[in-house]
């Protein structure tokens, strides 16, 4: 199966975060190991970080209803390019912000892949308990993502200063 393409970040940005409705933070962390806040956002929202490797972080704040928005829509809304494929257990994610750069196969045994971790409002990371078509997130919480190498714990991205 092809992997479906998620919205682009290189794709027109300002114009992309306007529409997508994020709440005013972006872009690389401070740091080598810290999340940017979130916590000036005057609307409900996510907050979205990716960790590809332990020298970056990108951090999205994302504006949500106030019930609540799914974990694939809250991903397309970030503008953080995601690659999704679906399987019978629901959908997997491939790629997230073009990494890997390229690939053969999701979930491949044996490789690299991209750990999903969900912290509530005032709460610490743990791992999702589902898949990402599974996750639905309200006001707060935090979706975060690691690559994780072929050997290794799959650990939690930092969590967002400040919120």
Partial sequence: MRPKLGASATLAPLALAAAAGLAGCGGPAPGPHRAASCAAATAAHVTVVVEPTRRVVLT?????????????????????????QHYSFGDAVCQVDRVPA??????????????????????RFAPA?????????????????????ARGPATAPPLPRGR
């Fill in 129 to 149: 308990a589902t898949g990402i078509s599974g996750i639905h997130v309200k006001a707060g919480e935090v979706l975060g993502w690691h690559y994780v190498p």
């Fill in 60 to 84: 999205r704040c994302v504006a949500i209803p106030s019930g609540g928005l799914g974990a694939v829509a809250v991903m397309r809304r970030s503008g953080v390019e995601m690659a999704l």
């Fill in 102 to 123: 390229a690939y053969s196969q999701c979930l491949a045994s044996g490789q690299p892949y991209w750990a999903l971790f969900v912290a509530p409002a005032h709460g």
